[in-house]
């Protein structure tokens, strides 16, 4: 499983490079504290229900509270055949502002 720091993400997202597509699987009320911009909320349990909504054409950078989460949700999509990266320190890392 392919893994990146929240800082590297942070730095993707700032100079908003195109293949920025942020998956934060979290809970509702997590994420109601706020989430990185831009980022595409679906609970970690609904993902297998929701793989529609991906494009496997595209890269995701999966997000969680510390980056357990995001990796189970990183490991299932690449049995899917998804391009997946697990964020390492989750949301936790994250010091940036959020929407």
Not at 35 to 53: D, M, N, Q, S, Y
Not at 87 to 95: E, I, K, R, S
Request: charged share 35%.
């Amino acid at each position: 499983m392919k893994q990146i720091t929240m800082k590297e993400l942070a730095e993707k997202v700032k100079n908003k490079e195109d293949d920025v597509n942020v998956i934060d699987v979290r809970e509702d009320e997590e994420v109601e504290q706020g989430k990185i911009p831009g980022a595409k909320h679906i609970p970690l349990g609904e993902v297998p229900e929701r793989l529609g909504e991906l494009d496997k054409d595209e890269h995701y950078y999966m997000v969680c509270r510390s980056g357990g989460r995001s990796g189970k949700a990183s490991e299932f999509l690449e049995t899917q055949g998804y391009h997946v990266t697990n964020v390492d320190g989750g949301m936790l890392a994250w010091d940036d502002d959020v929407e």
